[in-house]
C-alpha cells in the first residue's frame, strides 16, 4: 500500500504547525489552498489571464446594471450610483459632496451630476461644511430615505439572485478576493 499521500499531508501539516498557532482545521484550510494557489499561481501564465478576469468582471458590472434597471425605471432613482449614494447616506449623517464622489471611484464630473439629480429629486439636501466654508455636505432627506426603502427590498432581492449560485463560503471567497483586487 503506497502512503505517499499520506506522508505529503504530514508534511503539509507540520509545516502549518511551525508557522501557525492555531490548531484549527479551518485555519489549516485556508493556509493550504493559499500555499497551493501560490504554487499553482507561480507557474508561467500569459497576460490572457489577467484579460479574462478583467472582462469578467465588466460582464458582472453590466449584468448588475441590466438587473437593476428594471427595478429603478418604476423609482425616482436612475442608476445604480444613484442607489448607492442614497444608501451610503442613510447610515451616515453626512458626506461632504466629493467624500461620497471619492468613495463611489467616480471622476467628479459624473458623481457632481448624480449629486445634482438627487438634488433636483428632493433626495438629498445640501448645507454649508462647518469645517471648510468652500465645501458644502449633503444629506439624504425623509423623501430620499422613503424611496430607499421602497427599492431597496427589490434591490436587494436582485443581488441575491446574482449570487445565489454561490454557497456561502464562495461568497466569503469571492468577497475577500475583491476586497484584494479593489485596494
Not at 444629506?139 to 426603502?149: D, N, P, S, W
Amino acid at each position: 500500500m503506497k502512503l505517499t499521500l499520506l506522508k505529503d499531508i504530514i508534511e503539509l501539516i507540520e509545516d502549518f504547525q511551525t508557522s501557525n498557532d492555531s490548531e484549527k482545521i479551518e485555519d489549516f484550510t485556508i493556509w493550504l489552498n493559499n500555499k497551493l494557489f501560490s504554487l499553482n499561481h507561480s507557474e508561467e501564465h500569459s497576460t490572457h489571464d489577467e484579460l479574462l478576469i478583467a472582462f469578467k468582471i465588466m460582464l458582472l458590472n453590466k449584468e448588475l446594471k441590466k438587473q437593476t434597471k428594471n427595478v429603478l425605471s418604476k423609482s425616482n432613482v436612475s442608476s445604480i450610483d444613484e442607489y448607492s449614494f442614497l444608501l451610503h447616506l442613510n447610515y451616515q449623517e453626512s458626506f461632504r459632496k466629493m467624500e461620497l464622489v471619492d468613495l463611489h471611484n467616480l471622476e467628479a464630473p459624473t458623481g457632481i451630476e448624480i449629486i445634482k439629480r438627487l438634488l433636483k429629486n428632493r433626495l438629498i439636501d445640501e448645507f454649508p461644511d462647518k469645517e471648510d466654508k468652500r465645501a458644502k455636505r449633503i444629506k439624504i432627506t425623509k423623501k430620499g430615505i422613503a424611496e430607499l426603502e421602497s427599492i431597496k427590498p427589490r434591490i436587494d432581492s436582485t443581488f441575491m439572485k446574482l449570487t445565489e449560485p454561490l454557497n456561502l463560503n464562495e461568497k466569503i471567497q469571492i468577497s475577500g478576493l475583491l476586497d484584494k483586487l479593489i485596494h
